[in-house]
């Protein structure tokens, strides 16, 4: 049987956050949900109605989706929640995967929705092409750590083999071929077989959390004191509270009508860069220079489309990979801003430029002259459109507890693994916090609800301690909340 993700973890670990002082919610329109039941009992559950509601389709436009976010009416659920609560989490990243899994520990059911067509992960992707045995991390390649807490959790991982450290050499390249290695410690960690096989096995002992994937939760919608859900028109059932656990412009539109305006409009100031990634093959070493190439990883200087570059095969076959050498090559995010379009549908043409323009990046950063560098014998482009958050509020995770609902993910903390862990965990806990209450004294629940954001600063691909120790603030936000045992 698969290795269980989280452990038993000692009192430190799994924390329930409390605000010290009491905010009090502003007093918008609101939309009150009991939990009585119909008038006309009927023997199938009864489903939300719209027929005496305005509708309005979604826009696609900003502005559309502002308008709908700041004129919406806030839900505000009155009755207590059920005797065996049941919390929705859409998103199946870290910090929704971490969720369901501390949920769990505190005795909560919860079921993911992701809209992953081959595994969980979000932004832990890795893509296997067969038959010719490629392999790519092709969005996050490694995460360090820095708090106690995820130290107690990666500890865990790395004895039941779901991660291990990534001991090749990693460095910083310089336009022109100038490679200087960066420090091993503190050390970088990697999914034992690529991050994607490590998101899928996270949930494999859980006994409580349900997963549905692919689906693309559409609508949320209040009713009879539950949040239903549904995909475009489909019921994916009823829960006492949601959780959102994925953002961009999906998020956005899902939460411009959903009666949570508190939560859409800090979800609103969010803003995400833009990456490309390519991935490529090639038959043999890159050269570099004279020599090859020796490095397995490099944050790049000085190259307008290239910021990282990683070798795939090294990193996660090591001395095994006898066969094509598989990169990952990621622009900057003003790259990615220049050459932005929808990543639904990238025009052939703007394929072949990003291609061409990051595979020329390549030869610069290597020193090599323009055309010299081998052609790949596969390769392929990737849009991440909502890469990266470029500001986060600095907080654990934001909670309405009028409207049961609640936000985890990186951005919250920083732009890192670890950051949407400890974000996921922290919600977890806040919400099983809130149901044991059984609601009945809201407004000492709520959570980064006005919170302003402050800009992040680190790699185009992310925060990382080894380069980042000074720009991640975390203890300073953190000790706003009190961080005590589950009970």
Known sequence: MAPSALPIFSSSFLFPLKTQKSFKLPKPLTITCSSQEPRKPSKTPQRPTSRNRKRTPYGTSRRSILKKTFTQEQVKFSAGVSADPHVGIIGGGMAGLLCALTLEKRGVKSTVFDTGMHGLGGRMGTRVIDPQQLIFDHAAQFFTVSDSRFAELVDYWLDKGLVRQWKGLVGQLELGGQFVPLPPSPPRFIGANGMRPLADLLLSEASMVNVERPCWISKLEPFNGMWYLSENGKPRGQFDAIVIAHNGKCANRLLAS?????????????????????????????????????????????????????????????????????????????????????????????????????????????????????????????????????????????????????????WLLGSNLESAALSGMALANHIADYLQSDGSCPEEFAVGLEKEFQAIEGHDIGQFAAAEAESLKQDNEMSEFELASAT
């Open 258 to 410: 959903s009666g949570l305006p508190l939560i859409a409009r800090q979800m609103k100031r969010l803003e995400l860069s833009s990456i490309w990634a390519l991935l490529a093959a090639f038959e043999h070493p890159l050269p570099m220079g004279d020599s090859k190439v020796t490095f397995e990883g490099a944050f790049v200087k000085g190259v307008d489309s290239i910021s990282w570059m990683a070798n795939n095969s090294m990193k996660l076959l090591g001395s095994q990979s006898d066969g094509p050498h598989c990169w990952t090559f990621f622009s900057t995010a003003a790259y990615g801003k220049q050459n932005k379009v929808p990543q639904e549908n990238i025009p052939a043409q703007t394929t072949e430029k990003v291609k061409t323009s990051m595979l020329e990046g390549v030869e610069a950063a290597l020193g090599l002259s323009k055309g010299s560098l081998p052609r790949p014998i596969y390769s392929r482009v990737q849009l991440w459109g909502a890469a990266l958050p470029t500001n986060t509020p600095g907080i654990p995770c934001i909670f309405d507890p009028h409207g049961r609902a609640g936000i985890c993910g990186d």
